[in-house]
């Protein structure tokens, strides 16, 4: 992807001081998809792969109590999830049981926990995407993936989830858009 294409991204970073991180997620609400980019040099990445996501049922937006997913730039803050078998239910961020016993849970897998990056957008006050308990995370039920069916957080099957959560390092940058990715 080019420069000129992430342009929304490096200019969210410039102003709040970040630094481009060698890998780049770019999740699109208009597509249901997250992009995964690799760094090639400074603001020029290759695109690796594309996850098909479910974001929220209620849209976008940033405050809080509204259980919709948020815009803008955000970061891996934590992860929840190492060593577990693949079919744990989170509560809390806490296991309670696998999806066998609870095939419609609403937090499965593994949990990347997301912090938003752009002070009074998405940061801070009753907007901040940490506060708000926004994660990457994976569902009992997959069957509403590809549509918008959160209740604010990205949902991705296990089968990808588990995977991107071992090789996506905390700290990584997560753009959220309307934007279709073409």
Known sequence: MSASTLQPVRGACERNGIEPTPTL???SVADQRMVEFRQVAGWEYTEDCRLVISTSRFG???MEDTNKTPLGLHRIAEKFGDGLPA???FESREVVGTVAEKPKAGIAHRILWLEGLEPGFNQG???DTHARYVYIHGVGDESTLGQPASRGCIHLAATDLLP???RIPTGTLLWISEVALG
Do not use: Y
Request: hydrophobic share 55%.
């Open 60 to 62: 976008v937006g940033q």
């Open 87 to 89: 079919g744990a239910v």
């Open 164 to 166: 991107f959560h071992d």
């Open 125 to 127: 006050g009753n907007v």
């Open 25 to 27: 997620l770019w999740a």
